[in-house]
């Protein structure tokens, strides 16, 4: 099957790749959740609602930013297609 097949299939799902094979970013996701957890134990019930109110705008925001990030990247990867089949078709042409 070709990627625009698997495409139209959508079996192409870059965005459920797990990033937590990245230790890098594993370290700092668990240095997250601990610090999370020590500030939690220290809130009042209407700090915990208000903290839960923020992190969930901050996941629609990174959801966003992800989101906005795959289209440029995906536009910019076209583009460079495109440049290459027009310096291949120029080339071609002087040639001939």
Request: hydrophobic letters at 35%; proline letters at 1%.
């Amino acid at each position: 099957m070709t990627i625009l097949e698997d495409f139209y299939e959508g079996n192409i799902h870059p965005a459920e790749i797990s990033i937590m094979k990245n230790k890098e970013y594993k370290k700092y996701c668990i240095e997250a959740m601990t610090n999370i957890e020590s500030l939690l134990s220290t809130l009042d019930d209407e700090e915990k609602h208000l903290f839960d109110e923020i992190e969930n705008n901050v996941v629609h925001m990174n959801y966003i930013s992800e989101r906005e990030q795959f289209i440029n990247g995906f536009c910019t990867g076209a583009k460079m297609v495109y440049e290459i089949l027009i310096r291949k078709n120029i080339s071609k042409k002087e040639t001939e």
